[in-house]
C-alpha cells in the first residue's frame, strides 16, 4: 500500500513565478491536510481538503496561496508570484475517513521549494 | 490556540543510552501523535496516542490527557534514532494538528 505521494520533491523558482505542488493520499484515504515548514521550525497548518471541497483554510495566507481537491487527480497548492519568504518544505496529509482511528494523519515526504 | 511545549529542544546522547522527551498541551486533545523527522526531512509516525502507553521496539510512549502531558521514551539509542522528534495534537471539533518546536536528538556512536 504506498503511502502519501508528492510531487516534485524539490522545486525552485525565480522570484514573481508560479509554484504548483501536488499530493496523492494514501489509498483510501479522502482527507487531505498541507502544512509549512520554515527552516528550523515546526510544522504549521495551512489547509484542510475533502473531496471537490475547503473544509478549513485557516492556516493559509490570505494572498497568493490556493488548495483544491478535486473529485478526480492529487491534491493542488498552488503559490502564486513566489517571494523569498515562501521558501520552505510544504508537507501534505491524509488521513482515513473513519473516526475509529482519530482522523490518524499519515505525511508524504514533502516538497522543498526554494525561491531564488 | 492550544499551546504545545517541547522539552529539551536539544539533547546528545551516547550510542545506548536512554533518553525521555516531554510533550506538554495547554488545552484538552482528542488526537496526539509522535513523529520522527529523519535527516532527510521525512516525518515518520512513531504513535497515535492521545491516552494511555504504547510500545513499538526500543520506543514507548505514555499520554496523560487529565494531566495534559505526554512522554516518549527512547531506550537503548542508536545513531539512525538522531533527528527531530516531534509532537502534535488535535483538539475535538477541528481537524488541524498543532506541532511543537520539537526535540533535536543527536545519538554519538
Known amino acids: 500500500n504506498a503511502g502519501v505521494m508528492q510531487n516534485p520533491r524539490h522545486l525552485v523558482r525565480r522570484r514573481g513565478q508560479e509554484a504548483r505542488l501536488r499530493c496523492s493520499p494514501m489509498?483510501?484515504?479522502?482527507?487531505v491536510y498541507w502544512y509549512r515548514q520554515l527552516p528550523e521550525e515546526g510544522l504549521k497548518f495551512m489547509v484542510y481538503l475533502q473531496k471537490e471541497n475547503i473544509i478549513d483554510e485557516s492556516g493559509m495566507p490570505k494572498e497568493r496561496f490556493s488548495a483544491e481537491f478535486p473529485k478526480e487527480g492529487p491534491s493542488i497548492l498552488r503559490i502564486q508570484q513566489v517571494v523569498r519568504g515562501d521558501s520552505a518544505a510544504y508537507f501534505c496529509?491524509?488521513?482515513?475517513?473513519?473516526?475509529?482511528?482519530?482522523?490518524?494523519?499519515?505525511f508524504g515526504p514533502g516538497t522543498r521549494l526554494t525561491v531564488t | 490556540g492550544i499551546q504545545v511545549e517541547q522539552s529539551p529542544p536539544d539533547l546528545i546522547l551516547q550510542e545506548g543510552a536512554n533518553s525521555t522527551l516531554r510533550c506538554n498541551f495547554s488545552d484538552s486533545v482528542n488526537n496526539l501523535q509522535w513523529f520522527h523527522q529523519n535527516p532527510w526531512g521525512q516525518l515518520i509516525n512513531l504513535f497515535y496516542i492521545p491516552s494511555g502507553t504504547k510500545q513499538n521496539g526500543r520506543l514507548s510512549a505514555t499520554t496523560v490527557a487529565t494531566e495534559r502531558y505526554s512522554l516518549l521514551y527512547i531506550s537503548s539509542s542508536q545513531t539512525t534514532d538522531s533527528g527531530v522528534y516531534f509532537c502534535?495534537?488535535?483538539?475535538?471539533?477541528?481537524?488541524?494538528?498543532?506541532f511543537g518546536s520539537g526535540t533535536r536528538l543527536q545519538v554519538q556512536p
Open positions: 489509498k483510501g484515504h479522502s482527507h
Open positions: 502534535a495534537v488535535k483538539v475535538r471539533g477541528r481537524r488541524a494538528l498543532t
Open positions: 496529509a491524509s488521513s482515513p475517513p473513519s473516526a475509529s482511528t482519530g482522523y490518524e494523519q499519515y
